[in-house]
């Protein structure tokens, strides 16, 4: 069959479609974009740092020489790493202290390993001490060893110190360049001031011909000296050269390995523990998050379970998953008769009624769980009544607050609309005489409520249950303000990493085991019930 323009009927209904479809997704592209750059991306960003381990403060990320280096040790025979380790470890944390980096490091490295903070803060203030044994010996020698001038003649390119000579305060300073040859005459050395004139210049704005260099500068110099030959090195500087290279060949000159320097600073450095620590948190991916959520570690023997005086979180979990069942149950049982009520009132009544339930969204959350704390307390509003009525002695007032009990409590007034109000929109529809016939039949009223209501309100009950679920298992101002010690869930500790130990990689990874056991429960609950059966009305 043709179309009017003799094309097949079938690809001429069919192009139809296509423009047709393509011109409802132009229509919302704007925001199917505007979600997915404000909430999707934004969540995945989150959830991805749960794995994540390259960011800036991490091992990977600001360590990367200790990272490559660290390949090749086996953790396992229980030996410290060589020289090359400690080589890359003092680069790494001279260069990481310098951009006030050592000190997330640490902090990234103390989730795992209590004391790690303080060690990073102090070596970042200690690895000088290891430069300046070189440092003072090439200033005793000649002064110039400890100034800008000469160290950028010797380094620099011609044409980068002609610009730099020419540079005037408010100009932008003219990037670094090596001068040809250095980097084979002088490699280590060359390496490591190229990062100190790129730091100076980049981040200090300041000129290298005033800006003595970095002591680890004077350690890499010592070490090309002590390796290499200059007896016939005739460029810039060549006299200061020689005259060092000449110092460092006699016995007279003092050198240290960097194994005792570190060891110096802080004994902790010769604890095979710290390095197998450091080198299971090196990659640039990790399931340490994940172990950390649920309460395991990484060793050098393979994952284990942490000591039973360290497992918090599994307990959180299964607090959580326990306190979001009972708050939801007392929910229904509350919610349920009040539903009821409202749908089975003449509508004028039901309406005025109604005002009630949503009063409490028109009160801040954190007014109404105050007032929670206020009236749950033993002096408080509650047990003054209980007191008076003589339901308890004064001597025995109930405890409340800040436990379990206050965070069930304060939660189900506060979820309770979340529950009445996809009750109510089932029941509104229920037709009345349905009952009206069971019990023209002979059913009793509660036969005729059991056997013909309540079957027609479940979806009801399904949609408020997922809702202040899910809501409850989230919540974490109420708990934090009245469940104490006894009472918090594990989203109070997830809001603790974000927002006070900044360890937003443990902070994901709860959320995403938190988000995980959703699904499930989603899944499970579609399987047993049937998401279709579950309905907010009509």
């Known amino acids: 069959m043709l179309a009017a323009d003799g094309t097949p009927l079938k690809r001429s209904l069919a192009k139809a479609l296509r423009a047709q479809k393509l011109r409802a997704l132009a229509l919302i592209a704007p925001l199917l974009l505007f979600v997915l750059i404000t909430f999707i991306a934004p969540i995945a960003d989150m959830l991805f740092r749960s794995v994540d381990d ?3 403060g991490t091992v990977h990320g600001t360590m990367p020489l200790t990272a490559e280096a660290l390949k090749d040790w086996d953790s396992s025979t229980g030996e410290l790493p060589d020289n090359a380790v400690f080589d890359a ?5 001279f260069v990481a202290a310098e951009n006030k980096l050592h000190t997330r490091v640490g902090s990234r490295l103390n989730y795992e390993r209590t004391g790690s903070s303080s060690l990073f803060r102090k070596t970042g203030r200690g690895l000088d001490d290891i430069g300046e044994v070189y440092q003072d010996q090439f200033e005793d020698l000649d002064p110039d060893w400890d100034e800008g001038t000469p160290w950028a003649e010797l380094m620099g390119s011609p044409d980068w110190l002609t610009s730099m000579q020419g540079w005037e305060d408010g100009q932008p300073l003219p990037p670094f360049e090596l001068r040809d040859g250095v980097a084979d005459l002088l490699p280590r050395t060359a390496a490591i001031y190229r990062v100190f004139a790129d730091f100076q210049i980049e981040e200090e704005e300041k000129s290298l ?24 090195y005739a460029g810039p500087r060549a006299d200061m050269v020689k005259a060092a290279d000449a110092l460092v060949d006699t016995a007279e000159f003092e050198t240290i390995a960097l194994k005792d320097g570190f060891e110096a600073i802080d004994e902790d450095w010769l604890d095979i523990g710290l390095w197998q620590t450091i080198k299971a948190y090196s990659t640039s991916y990790t399931a340490g998050y994940f172990l950390n959520a649920v309460d395991m570690q990484k060793t050098p023997e393979g994952v284990a379970l942490r000591d039973e005086n360290q497992r918090i979180y599994g307990l959180l979990f299964k607090r959580t998953m326990f306190m979001s069942m ?3 149950f007392s929910c229904i049982m509350l919610a349920y008769p009040v539903a009821y009520l409202l749908a089975n009132l003449p509508m004028r009544t039901a309406n005025l009624l109604m005002i009630l339930v949503l009063l409490p969204f028109w009160t801040s959350l954190l007014v109404r769980t105050s007032a929670w704390k206020v ?3 033993q002096q408080g509003v509650i047990n003054d009544v209980l007191v008076w009525i003589g339901i308890v002695g004064d001597d025995a007032r109930l405890v409340m607050i800040n436990n379990q009990l206050g965070t069930i409590i304060a939660m189900t007034h506060i979820l309770l609309p979340f529950m009445i109000l996809p009750m109510y929109s089932v029941m509104s529809t229920i037709p009345p005489y349905y009952v009206r016939a069971a019990k023209s039949l002979g059913a009793t009223n509660w ?10 309100s479940v979806p009801g009950i399904g ?15 109420t708990p934090e303000i009245v469940g104490g010690n006894t009472g918090t869930f594990i989203s109070n500790r997830i809001a603790y990493h974000i927002s006070s130990s900044l360890n937003w990689g443990l902070a994901a990874a709860l959320g995403s085991i938190l988000l995980a056991a959703v699904l499930i429960l989603y899944w499970a609950y579609d399987r047993i019930v049937g998401i279709d059966n579950v309905k907010l009305g009509g």
């Open 326 to 328: 009972v708050i939801t």
């Open 209 to 232: 011909l005033d800006e003595e260099p970095w002591s680890i500068v004077h350690t890499r110099l010592y070490e090309d000296l002590r390796d290499g030959d200059f007896s016939t």
């Open 375 to 377: 009236m749950l307390q």
């Open 447 to 456: 036969t005729s409520f059991w056997r013909v209501y309540f079957p027609q």
């Open 54 to 56: 390259s960011q800036q």
């Open 463 to 477: 949609a408020g249950s997922i809702l202040v679920f899910i809501l409850a298992i989230g919540y974490y101002i």
């Open 89 to 93: 470890v003092y680069t790494d944390i």
